[in-house]
């Protein structure tokens, strides 16, 4: 159980288009889900937490109007990488936060990432 | 602000074998939770222990235990008859209760290399 699908694993883009990346919660509601970056060989970095039916947060540093967030539904959340440039490559992960339905509560299920390349 | 630290960048082991990864944090909450996450080549993140941090019991799954030390903010996670598949990056996290995202934070993680 508490499985997390993202989509599309990998995309490549030329610099100015803008990229949709998916996140979805298969079999539990998450109210809330997160986004990180990770470049190689490092931690996660948070970008931002995605709340079902309200704006959302952003860590310090992450553009807004750049990395749109928007969590339409209790089992998907969208990130929008906006006019892409390429040092916007890198490896996006979502996860959502379990609400005990479906794995342990209060815990972060992942999604297998996505790998971006910006040309 | 809570900070998570891992003091092993890198650790090997032969196959078979018991390794402890080390995992302190700095926080002056006493409701919280603690993870350890593992990354093999795949970049996929899989969950492999959760502690709740009022639960004196170390939490234990299969072959993974961990060390609990709430007063010396010390989170170890031991992998005993260690296999191949162990091999990847592992990422201890704290958790503050009752507030996510900002307050989910990771360590900079350990790379765990088995030796057959």
């Known amino acids: 159980g508490a499985v997390v699908s993202q989509h599309p694993s990998w995309v490549i883009c030329k610099s100015g288009t803008s990229v949709k990346i998916e996140c979805r919660s298969l079999d539990f509601q998450a109210t809330t889900m997160f986004w990180y970056r990770q470049f190689p060989k490092q931690s996660l970095m948070l970008m931002a937490t995605s709340n079902e039916g309200s704006k959302a947060t952003y860590e310090q540093g992450v553009e807004k109007d750049k990395f749109l967030i928007n969590h339409a539904s209790l089992t998907l959340s969208t990130l929008t990488v906006t006019s892409a440039h390429p040092e916007d490559s890198s490896f996006y992960i979502c996860s959502a936060l379990s609400p005990g339905s479906r794995g342990l509560v209060n815990t972060q299920y992942f999604g297998p990432g996505t790998r971006l390349t910006v040309l | 602000a809570q900070t998570v630290t891992q003091s092993q960048p890198e650790m090997s082991v032969q196959e078979a074998e018991t390794v402890t990864l080390s995992c302190t944090y700095d926080?002056?909450?006493?409701?919280?939770?603690l993870f350890w996450y593992k990354q093999p080549p795949s970049r996929q993140m899989i969950l492999v222990i959760r502690?709740?941090?009022?639960?004196?019991q170390n939490a234990t799954e299969n072959r993974f235990s961990v060390n609990f030390q709430k007063a010396a903010k010390s989170f170890s996670l031991k992998i005993s008859d260690s296999q191949l598949g162990d091999t990847a990056m592992y990422f201890c996290?704290?958790?503050?209760?009752?507030?996510?995202?900002?307050?989910?934070?990771f360590g900079p993680g350990t790379r765990l290399s088995v030796l057959p």
């Open positions: 502690q709740e941090a009022y639960k004196q």
């Open positions: 926080t002056s909450e006493s409701n919280y939770y």
């Open positions: 996290a704290f958790m503050k209760l009752g507030n996510y995202g900002q307050n989910f934070v």
